[in-house]
C-alpha cells in the first residue's frame, strides 16, 4: 500500500488540535484497558490497518494480552472479557455503526448500567474521535508501522 497524502503536512493545525483532544482523552475516566479494546474494535470494524496496527502494539505496550487482543473481534464468544468491557465494545460498535433507527435503549440500558454519566460521556468522545482517526487514514492509506518510531511503538517488539 502507497500512502495517496500525508494530511498531517496539509493540515498541521487541525492535525495538532485533533491530537490534543486524543492526548485530552487519555485523562479521561476510561481506563486504558478498555481504551484499548475500544480503539482495536472500532479500527477493526473500519478496516483502518494503520490505527489497528497502532493501536495493538500499544496495548501490548501497556500489557494487554496477546489472546485477548486476537478476542475482540470476537469478544461476544470469547470469556476473556468482564461485563463492564462488553458494554463497552458494545457501545463502540454501535456508535462506530449507527443503526438506521440510533441507538436502541437496550444496548444504552446495558452500558448505563457499567458506567457513570461522566464515564459514558468520556467513552463515547473515545469513541468518536478512534472512529474520526480511522477515517483520515482509510482515506488517505496512512501505511501501518510508518510511524511506531516517532510514536514509540517499537517498543512492542511485534514484527
Not at 495493538?56 to 494487554?64: C, L, P, S, Y
Request: net charge negative; hydrophobic share 40%; charged share 25%.
Amino acid at each position: 500500500m502507497t500512502q495517496r497524502l500525508n494530511y498531517t503536512q496539509h493540515a498541521p493545525e487541525l492535525f495538532k488540535k485533533y491530537a490534543d483532544v486524543s492526548a485530552q482523552l487519555l485523562k479521561s475516566t476510561v481506563d486504558a484497558n478498555i481504551r484499548s479494546l475500544v480503539e482495536v474494535r472500532a479500527s477493526q470494524m473500519n478496516g483502518c490497518a494503520f490505527c489497528l496496527d497502532m493501536h495493538v502494539k500499544q496495548a501490548r505496550i501497556h500489557g494487554e494480552g496477546e489472546l485477548r487482543l486476537h478476542h475482540v473481534a470476537i469478544w461476544r464468544e470469547s470469556p476473556h472479557f468482564e461485563p463492564r468491557e462488553r458494554a463497552a465494545l458494545a457501545w463502540t460498535e454501535v456508535l462506530t455503526r449507527i443503526p438506521e433507527h440510533g441507538v436502541p435503549d437496550e444496548i444504552y440500558e446495558r452500558v448505563r448500567a457499567h458506567f457513570s454519566e461522566k464515564e459514558l460521556t468520556d467513552l463515547t468522545f473515545l469513541i468518536m474521535t478512534i472512529n474520526a482517526w480511522n477515517r483520515v487514514n482509510v482515506a488517505f492509506q496512512t501505511v501501518p508501522g510508518s510511524m511506531d518510531k516517532a510514536f514509540g511503538l517499537d517498543k512492542a517488539n511485534l514484527e
